[in-house]
C-alpha cells in the first residue's frame, strides 16, 4: 500500500528508528511501510497519522483497494 | 509498560535460576559419573552454547531495565506487529511443510525398519493432535 510516510518523516527531519520510537513499533517496520513492502494494522496506522496530526486517509493511500 | 518491566525482571530471575541449576548439575554430572569421551564432548559443548545464550539475553533484559530508551525499544520490538506476522507465518509454513513431509519420510526411511516407521507415525499423529487441540482452544479463546 502506498504511504506518504516518507515524505511526512522527512518533512519533520525524523529518522526511520525515531519515527519507530514515537510509533511503538521497530526501525524494520517502518522501513517495510515505506517501501511498501508491508501494510499496517489500524492501530499503527493511527498511531502514526496521529503522531504526523493528520487522518489515516491522508497518510494512507486506500485508492487501489478494493472493497 | 510496567507489566512488561515486571515480565522483564521476571525473565531475568528465571534466566538465572536455569544458569545456576544447569552449571550445578553439569558439575555434578561432571564429578559422579563416569561418561564416554565423545560423549562429553558433546555435554561440554552443549553446556557452553546454552549458558552463552542465556548469558546473553540475561545481559540483554539488564541493560534494558536499566537504560530507559533501551527498554521502550525491546517494548517496540516484543510487540512489533510485523515481528508477529512473520512469526505466525514461519510457524504456519513449518507446519505445514513438517505435516506433508512426515508421510514421505515414514514412507522411505521406514520401509526397511518398522521401528522407525512407527517413530515417524508416532510423530505425525502427536502433531495432528497438538494442532487439533490448540485450534479448538484459539477457536474458542477469539
Given amino acids: 500500500m502506498k504511504t506518504k510516510i516518507a515524505e511526512l518523516r522527512k518533512a519533520k527531519k525524523m529518522s526511520q528508528e525515531e519515527l519507530a520510537m514515537e510509533v511503538g513499533t521497530t526501525r524494520q517496520t517502518i522501513t517495510s511501510l515505506e517501501t511498501e513492502k508491508y501494510t499496517a494494522s489500524l492501530v499503527l496506522a493511527y498511531k502514526i497519522a496521529k503522531f504526523f496530526g493528520k487522518t489515516i486517509e491522508e497518510v494512507f493511500d486506500f485508492t487501489d483497494m478494493e472493497v | 509498560m510496567e507489566e512488561f518491566r515486571k515480565k522483564v525482571s521476571m525473565r531475568v530471575s528465571i534466566i538465572t535460576v536455569i544458569t545456576v541449576i544447569y552449571l550445578v548439575l553439569y558439575f555434578l554430572f561432571m ?85 522407525v516407521f512407527k517413530i515417524i507415525v508416532g510423530i505425525f499423529f502427536y502433531i495432528l493432535i497438538v494442532f487439533g487441540i490448540l485450534k479448538v482452544y484459539f477457536m474458542k479463546k477469539f
Avoid at chain 2, 549458558?51 to 546473553?56: H, N
Avoid at chain 2, 506433508?100 to 514412507?107: D, W
Fill in chain 2, 31 to 115: 564429578k559422579y559419573l563416569k561418561i564416554d569421551d565423545r560423549v562429553v564432548g558433546f555435554i561440554v559443548g552443549s553446556v557452553i552454547g546454552i549458558v552463552s545464550i542465556l548469558c546473553f539475553f540475561s545481559i540483554k533484559y539488564r541493560k534494558a531495565l536499566k537504560n530507559e530508551y533501551e527498554f521502550k525499544k525491546l517494548y517496540n520490538y516484543e510487540n512489533d506487529e510485523r515481528r508477529k506476522l512473520i512469526k505466525e507465518k514461519t510457524s504456519k509454513i513449518t507446519l505445514m511443510v513438517t505435516f506433508f513431509s512426515l508421510p514421505i519420510f515414514a514412507t522411505i526411511f521406514g520401509a526397511n525398519n518398522e521401528l
